[in-house]
């Protein structure tokens, strides 16, 4: 009963350097997201999906890119790491968009950009 | 813009003791769901409880209840005989109309609470 997986759970990068972050659920979720949480902001939305093929903006898009290949994986990418990237990442999941849906969370990436 | 606001960066209560965390929010919409999450040390976010705003009658999940108040778009957690484990961050989260039928959840900053033995 896996429920939300990310990998890795850890990272440390160097500037410029890129990596993918990878969220995959196995409970047949229509939709899925990527926030990041920084002290003292709550979470902020990256970026999500309302279904495999479609990504959309959310409030903090800028610097990282998505994908959504399959129904059961969403992939966020760092192509040029920055400091200012160093957050916490979280990857949520929900059946579908209605607004009486809970999101199902992952148990976050620490990502640290030196 | 909807907006989410919890006032209380950081509460602290007595083991056994209740206590209550703010929220607010502000929408146009007269029909919708609150969530309130929680975010221990472990970092997982675990979904607490939710309203539905059509409903009269205030959410309970064991020690775990609301306080929603529609009309002053308040919705408070009230955390009744607190024990240790509940020390945690605690978001509220309200949907936010997306597009395409689609609601996607805006979070308040959080409150932190500590429960002291």
């Known amino acids: 009963n896996a429920g939300v997986t990310q990998t890795p759970k850890f990272r440390v990068l160097k500037t410029g350097q890129s990596m993918t972050l990878l969220c995959a659920q196995d409970?047949?979720?229509?939709?899925m997201y990527w926030y990041r949480q920084d002290p003292g902001m709550g979470l902020r939305l990256i970026h999500y999906?309302?279904?495999?093929?479609?990504?959309a903006k959310g409030e903090v898009p800028d610097g990282y890119n998505v994908s959504r290949l399959k129904k059961q994986n969403f992939l966020l990418g760092l192509e040029s790491a920055a400091p200012s990237q160093t957050s916490v990442y979280f990857c949520?999941?929900?059946?579908?968009?209605?607004?009486?849906?809970?999101?199902?969370f992952g148990d976050g990436t620490r990502l640290s950009i030196l | 813009a909807q907006t989410v606001t919890q006032s209380q960066p950081e509460m602290s209560v007595q083991e056994a003791e209740t206590v209550t965390l703010s929220c607010t929010y502000d929408?146009?919409?007269?029909?919708?769901?609150l969530f309130w999450y929680k975010q221990p040390p472990s970092r997982q976010m675990i979904l607490v409880i939710r309203?539905?705003?059509?409903?009269?009658q205030n959410a309970t999940e064991n020690r775990f209840s609301v306080n929603f108040q529609k009309a002053a778009k308040s919705f408070s957690l009230k955390i009744s005989d607190s024990q240790l484990g509940d020390t945690a961050m605690y978001f509220c989260?309200?949907?936010?109309?997306?597009?395409?039928?689609?609601?996607?959840?805006?979070f308040g900053k959080g409150t932190k609470l500590s429960v002291i033995p």
């Open positions: 989260a309200f949907p936010t109309y997306s597009g395409a039928g689609s609601y996607q959840l805006t």
């Open positions: 949520a999941s929900r059946l579908w968009g209605g607004s009486n849906q809970p999101q199902h």
């Open positions: 929408t146009s919409e007269n029909n919708y769901y």
């Open positions: 409970m047949n979720h229509e939709y």
């Open positions: 999906s309302v279904g495999e093929g479609t990504t």
């Open positions: 309203q539905e705003a059509y409903k009269q």
